[in-house]
């Protein structure tokens, strides 16, 4: 059986270095944690038309992906996940499917409780959006 690609979109503000978190609603044993927006490549679906999906399901925007970050993260047995960058192409971001939105500027990144598959790729994305001392 192969693995399960789920991607996820670091939607970033390139004006101030924003970064777009969400608050997960479900299940039980992750609610409350924050995450990048994302969710399963369907069967027959290119990587970015998942992302482009999920963002307009998951928070009703379009978004221009960008580049990706990375190579596979590791995420729980069966599954990779793939990281890209994107930006908001039409839209403000609801939280349709999550607790709550934030956005979240440069000394902010770590103001909220990652889940463990999200906080190293917050880490990654915030070395390329600030410049290195």
């Known amino acids: 059986m192969s693995e399960v690609v789920v991607v996820v979109a670091a939607v970033i503000v ?23 927006p994302g969710g399963k490549v369907d069967p027959g679906e290119s990587e970015s038309e998942a992302l482009i999906r999920e963002c307009r399901e998951e928070l009703g925007v379009e978004i221009a992906v960008g580049e990706r970050v990375g ?13 890209w960058l994107a ?7 609801e939280p349709r499917e999550h607790l709550a939105l934030r956005w979240l ?8 409780e990652w889940l ?6 917050m880490k990654t994305v915030e070395g390329l959006i600030l410049p290195p001392p």
């Open 14 to 36: 390139a004006e101030g270095g924003r970064v777009l978190a969400a608050q997960r609603a479900a299940p039980a044993a992750v609610a409350g944690g924050w995450e990048f």
């Open 71 to 83: 190579g596979d993260w590791p995420l729980s047995e069966g599954y990779l996940l793939r990281v």
């Open 87 to 93: 930006s908001i192409a039409a839209g403000t971001p």
């Open 105 to 112: 500027g440069p000394g902010e990144y770590f103001d909220v």
């Open 116 to 121: 463990g598959a999200d906080l190293p790729i």
